[in-house]
């Protein structure tokens, strides 16, 4: 589809409804933003011929199908998914195409998602904490001679202290060993790494001495090292930009998709190795990728950034993944008691982790509170900013794992519960990952059942991703098709049959999909649903009861996680999974773990913050609270036993 910013404007009759798409846009696409539903099973992959329209003024580019009549072409039909917008148009979606007849009325509710929470690093300048973990300073020393023949360490250490006020500076011997040279080469001027203390009691840290003038080129890393994913950034430590980011699934997920089985695998011989050797050759694989496609500070003369150059590291993960990225036996992690080895990392250097890391970068792996609330979720409470803020905040990270935290600058509390991998496809039939042909938004013709998929790149679907699963359920469910324990009403459409696991909904047919089989989903997909949204919603109320709040205490939620970016908060509350709240009170921060390390490589005051939370985060074991299975147990229906949680979400099933 070509594409420039010219936009042209669609008039879409009989709902007399006008949107503005840009140029090359296809009809279909502009239908859903004006929130019109029209019957496309293949996703608009060109396959179904199902959303046929009559273009009644101006033209469109493509449209045609075998499917469509010599005589339909005539009458102005086209395929709404295949034809392009290159000018001001007018098109009336026929009866039977549409959802209503007449189609009057908002068709296809419009989505809400949580606004997006930009951390933004002028304001960490502005509060005057721009103070980096570790600062690369340049000096020019006076030369020995006859009236000065002090030692080349004495005189460097001297001149950092006159120069820059650095005192109590102490050093090693790697260092040691390089001064007599790094001095000579370029005439005694050179570049001092030092590591800056995180409060006053410590010491700076000469880390690393270069010959001539590098204070320009001050790097520092960042990483979430996930179950699923490894995130990693490259970052300018003397501006605080991002210079690259790059990701990978993490290699271990062979030997596991959840924490358990490979805390089972890290338990056989040689297993902790294997899983130390996986996330390890991962990261040194992601930091070459940063490499190569980051563009050095001060363009080219200095060429390419190279890995001597990175002074620093963040990470941040899970208790699981940073217990096997540091070789700390994880077995006691998922028996009762549930104890990890460690909480509080000491300060690393690269060398400890094998990282291809130079031996002076300094490493800082974030802290855990608990077995399953770990130094991702400190890093996402530090990378929301909720440590900080006055606001009533439930902050919640929507992965295999949910993890729920509550509080403000004063108090914290958290937990975590076991959602399961149905968010990421996993335990549904046809489920699967956000990526082409995922069916990622879906509504519903109540008259014939007809479905309007919207997949991922537009391409034939595949299957169904965690947030088009979210909007399937949820849709079934405010159209009647599904009732409140999840099952199927009765129905004569064909969209509605017996499948091997039950009643099933048909999305595709095989012959409109990439898949050579139909794509549906069934009663135990929407059990394994309803089991998963149902462990975050009675999380979420559990830890709610444990302070003594209620939903409408809360002044924001704010969602951080993969998934969380695609859900439809207005699904969410239907479903009964997230609490019925104003949507603008949800804020979006996308990987608050990524951004939480983030922040540390550009600030000591936060390194020295993350303590103080840590300290302050009061950690719950929702097993362990007997209210938390009645709450689990009356969130396992749509949306929940008790309606009057879910006002709005009754008015919009009418389930009065
Ligand atoms: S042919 Fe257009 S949606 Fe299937």
């Keep these: 589809m070509s594409e420039n910013q010219t936009e042209y404007t669609i008039t879409f009759l009989p709902a007399n409804r006008t949107v503005k798409v840009k140029d090359g846009s296809s009809v279909i696409k502009a239908a859903r933003e004006a929130g019109l539903h029209i019957n496309a099973s293949c996703g608009g992959a060109g396959v179904c011929g199902k959303c046929r329209v009559i273009v009644e003024s101006g033209e469109v580019q493509g449209g045609t199908s075998e499917k469509l009549s010599p005589e339909d072409f005539e009458n102005g039909y086209r395929q709404a998914c295949t034809a392009e917008v290159h000018e001001d148009i007018t098109v009336r979606i026929p009866e039977e195409t549409g959802r209503q007849k007449g189609g009057l009325g908002i068709d296809v509710p419009e989505r809400h998602r949580a606004r997006m929470h930009v951390f933004d690093i002028e304001s960490v300048k502005k509060e005057g904490i721009f103070y980096p973990p570790v600062e690369k300073v340049c000096l020019e020393l006076p030369k020995p001679g006859a009236h000065d023949n002090r030692s080349d360490v004495g005189r460097l250490m001297q001149g950092l202290a006159d120069q820059l006020g650095k005192h109590r500076l102490v050093t090693g011997l790697t260092v040691l060993r390089k001064v007599r040279r790094a001095l000579r080469e370029k005439d005694f001027l050179v570049t001092a790494t030092i590591e800056l203390p995180v409060n006053e009691k410590s010491r700076n840290y000469l880390l690393n001495i270069q010959p001539g003038c590098w204070k320009h080129r001050n790097f520092g890393l960042a990483f979430d090292i996930g179950t699923t994913t490894v995130y990693g950034v490259l970052i300018d430590l003397n501006t605080g930009k991002i210079l690259a980011k790059e990701f990978s699934y993490n290699p271990q997920m062979s030997y596991g998709e959840d924490v358990i089985t490979r805390i089972i695998y890290a338990e056989k011989p040689k297993g902790l190795d294997m899983m130390q050797d996986l996330v390890i050759g991962a990261m040194n694989e992601i930091i070459a990728r940063m490499l190569k496609n980051a563009t050095p500070p001060v363009g080219e003369e200095h060429g390419p950034i190279t890995r001597d150059e990175i002074n620093s590291i963040t990470i941040a993960g899970n208790t699981t993944m940073t217990h096997l990225l540091l070789k700390l036996e994880p077995d006691n992690i998922r028996r009762s008691p549930y104890v990890p080895v460690c909480t509080f990392i000491p300060p690393l250097c690269s060398e400890d982790l094998e990282l291809e890391l130079p031996h002076h970068c300094v490493a800082l792996v974030y802290p855990a509170i608990s077995s399953y609330v770990g130094g991702d979720i400190v890093a996402g409470v530090m990378g929301s900013g909720m440590y900080r803020t006055d606001l009533l905040t439930l902050f919640i990270d929507v992965g295999t794992n949910a993890e729920i935290v509550i509080g403000n600058k004063d108090w914290l509390a958290c937990a975590a519960c076991s959602a399961g991998p149905a968010f990421e496809g996993g335990g549904i039939t046809h489920g699967m990952r956000a990526v082409e042909g995922a069916i990622s938004d879906f509504s519903l013709n109540p008259e014939n059942l007809e479905p309007m998929n919207i997949t991922e ?200």
């Excluded at 696991?501 to 929407?526: F, M, P, Q």
């Excluded at 444990?546 to 002044?555: F, N, P, T, Y």
């Excluded at 709240?581 to 922040?599: C, E, I, Q, R, T």
């Design 457 to 656: 790149g537009n391409k034939a679907p595949l299957g169904i991703c965690g947030s088009g699963l979210l909007i399937i359920v949820a849709t079934l469910f405010e159209n009647k098709v599904l009732n409140q324990s999840g099952k199927f009403n009765p129905s004569d459409s064909p969209r509605i049959r017996e499948g091997r696991s039950g009643w099933e909904y048909v999305l595709a047919w095989k012959d409109e999909c990439a898949t050579d089989h139909d794509i549906v989903i069934n009663e135990v997909d929407i059990e394994n649903f309803i089991r998963a949204k149902g462990a975050i919603f009675a999380g979420i109320m559990t830890l709610l009861e444990q302070v003594g709040l209620q939903v409408s205490d809360l002044e924001q939620i704010i969602l951080a996680g993969g998934f969380g970016s695609y859900i439809d908060l207005d699904s969410a509350m239907s479903v009964g999974m997230l609490p019925e709240v104003d949507s603008s009170k949800f804020l979006y921060v996308g990987n608050g773990s990524l951004m939480g390390a983030w922040m540390s490589e550009l600030s000591n005051h936060i390194r020295k913050d993350v303590v103080e939370v840590v300290r302050k985060m009061t950690s719950f074991e929702l097993s362990e609270v007997p209210s938390f299975t009645d709450n689990y147990v009356a969130s396992l229906f749509l949306p929940h036993t008790d309606l009057t949680l879910f006002p709005e979400a009754v008015k919009r099933r009418n389930l009065e």
